[in-house]
């Protein structure tokens, strides 16, 4: 039976322990705050890293900016077979030696919410998650979480990041910061709610991405701004046609629910 340690109990380490909680596996929950929670889903319940000894697999689900020292702490406590993977949303900045069986991962999932109490089993259901090599029992249970296992390396990782999650991100704060009159701001509904949804990301994870992946933001941000500038330059006959194409290829993308299923193939 496997032995899964999560370490840090925020919006994703919280889903990935009540998911794996409807499993057989034993299940341990780390976390200096929200360990007393975590007691509702299994018996292992801790705020000590030293009780991931023993742990087949670990996912370390702590802030960006203390994952590495996570992982350093690890390799005096877990043993050389252990798999350990980290769900940040950058990997290039982690890459390099340890004392495990280090893979990194980043599930496609998330919400604007943050913290245990927004956590939730399901929030993985139909997800991808991209993994930086292959390994069997962590695709197993990824699996079993209802996300489907990616493999990309994680330069190209990083980049495919800077142009579908962390651009949005910056443009809906300055999409938001654009909008400058209150009248623009009471009438304001649906449309605009969704775009700028993004704007309420934790401040400070967002500025940990726009400062480790700077290089990839940039260069996202000409591509972007090359596109805009391509459909404010067209004719309008010219950009209608350009609008339906893009729009039919954006349906394409996702089904009816919502769920990304793209294939290059």
Same mark, same amino acid.
């Given at each position: ?103 990194? $991962?980043?599930?496609? /999932?998330?919400? %604007?919410?943050?913290?245990? @109490?927004?956590? !939730? ?6 997800? &991808? ?66 775009? $700028?949804?993004?704007? /309420?990301?934790? %401040?400070?994870?967002?500025? @940990?991405?726009? !400062? ?6 940039? &260069? ?46």
């Amino acid at each position: 039976m496997l032995k899964i340690a999560v370490i840090g109990l925020g919006l994703i380490g919280g889903s990935i322990l009540k998911s794996l909680s409807e499993s057989d596996w034993e299940v341990a929950a780390i976390s200096k705050s929200s360990y007393d929670k975590a007691k509702s889903y299994t018996p292992y319940a801790s705020d000590m890293i030293e009780d991931a000894r023993g742990a087949d697999v670990v996912f370390v689900c702590s802030p960006m900016n203390e994952a590495k020292n996570v992982l350093k702490r690890l390799e005096n406590i877990v043993s050389p077979k252990c798999i350990v993977c980290d769900v940040c949303s950058l990997k290039s900045f982690l890459e390099g030696g340890y004392k495990f069986n280090y893979i990194g $991962t980043h599930p496609m /999932a998330g919400t %604007e919410e943050s913290g245990f @109490d927004a956590s !939730k089993s399901e929030l993985f259901c139909g997800a &991808k998650w991209v993994i930086t090599k292959r390994n069997a029992i962590l695709e197993e249970v990824i699996k079993f979480m209802g996300a489907e296992p990616v493999l990309m390396d994680s330069k190209t990782h990083d980049f495919a990041a800077a142009q579908i999650s962390h651009l949005p991100m910056l443009l809906s704060f300055a999409l938001f910061n654009s909008v400058k009159t209150n009248e623009a701001k009471t009438i304001a509904a649906s449309g605009f709610r969704d775009t $700028t949804r993004l704007a /309420a990301t934790n %401040e400070i994870l967002a500025a @940990d991405m726009l !400062k480790l992946n700077k290089k990839n933001i940039d &260069k996202s941000i000409d591509l972007f701004l090359e596109s805009l500038t391509y459909l404010k330059n067209l004719k309008d006959d010219e950009r209608i046609e350009v609008l339906k194409n893009i729009s039919q290829k954006r349906a394409l993308m996702y089904d009816k629910k919502g769920k990304n299923i793209f294939n290059p193939k």
